[in-house]
Nanobody, 121 residues
Framework: QVQLVESGGGVVQAGGSLRLACAAS????????MAWFRQAPGKEREFVAA???????WYDVSVKGRFTIARDNVKNTVSLQMNRLKLEDTGVYYC???????????????WGQGTQVTVSS
């Protein structure tokens, strides 16, 4: 079983950058598709980006071109580089893992505790 711990959240001005990291424990990390989701206050959790076990990235249209997801199968980590941040990117960002599916939250059965990202004007 994989366990996930996120880090790297914080407060940043609009237009700035942040890099989130997700550290995974467990020997089967390479067999998992990994993703980042976010949840703003009063809103549903939404898909941000995913990377398959074969290293193919997927992005929500709202972040494509601004965010980059990457995985390091040696260090068992997944990162999310966020550039040109907007006010609407504010939320709690969760790292998640699944062996089935890619972009739907319902497919993910392993979640981290979340890290807060706040974009200020």
């Amino acid at each position: 079983q994989v366990q996930l711990v996120e880090s790297g959240g914080g407060v940043v001005q609009a237009g700035g950058s942040l890099r989130l990291a997700c550290a995974a424990s467990g020997r089967t990390f390479t067999s998992y598709n990994m993703a980042w989701f976010r949840q703003a206050p009063g809103k549903e959790r939404e898909f941000v980006a995913a990377i398959s076990s074969s290293d193919s990235p997927w992005y929500d249209v709202s972040v494509k071109g601004r965010f980059t997801i990457a995985r390091d199968n040696v260090k068992n980590t997944v990162s999310l580089q966020m550039n040109r941040l907007k006010l609407e990117d504010t939320g709690v960002y969760y790292c998640a893992a699944t062996q089935v599916g890619l972009t739907a939250a319902s497919h993910y059965d392993i979640w981290g505790q979340g890290t807060q990202v706040t974009v200020s004007s």
